[in-house]
């Protein structure tokens, strides 16, 4: 199964330049999900490609910024900020990684609206 996740424009660039190797989240997958559908939000609003998930890592935020700050892509006052008022968080070990080549529109490819954190496609 594949998951559609928005993504700020600048950590999508730097997924796919490789120098951001995490994707963090406040909830997780409930399903199985391989691989991920990256929607660039705006202003680029399109579907600029897509990664295969390596690993899922939930921990507390402490242990969680341990493990991922050397390719976290963001800085620990951000990352700390994007969790406020969680004690847990999740991050996606980026796998590999393909961009399109062409920008994908999110409505005309798959029907949808742009989702708040992530929806599940086939």
Same mark, same amino acid.
């Given at each position: 199964m594949k998951a559609l996740l928005s993504i700020k424009p600048e950590f999508a660039s730097k997924i796919f330049?490789?120098?951001? =190797?995490?994707?963090?989240?406040? %909830?997780?997958?409930?399903?199985? &999900?391989? =691989?991920?559908?990256?929607?660039? %939000?705006?202003?680029?609003c399109? &579907?600029?490609?897509?990664?295969e998930i390596e690993e899922l890592i939930s921990d507390n935020l402490e242990s969680l910024w341990r493990k991922t700050k050397k390719h976290a892509g963001i800085?620990?006052?951000?990352?700390?900020s994007y969790f406020s008022e969680k004690e847990n968080g999740h991050a996606i070990k980026i796998g590999t990684t393909k961009k399109y080549r062409k920008p994908l529109s999110l409505k005309e490819t798959y029907g949808v609206v742009p989702p708040q954190s992530f929806l599940y496609v086939s």
């Open positions: 330049e490789g120098e951001k =190797k995490f994707e963090f989240r406040r %909830s997780i997958f409930k399903k199985p &999900v391989r =691989k991920v559908i990256v929607y660039a %939000s705006a202003p680029v399109k &579907v600029i490609g897509e990664f800085s620990e006052d951000y990352f700390y």
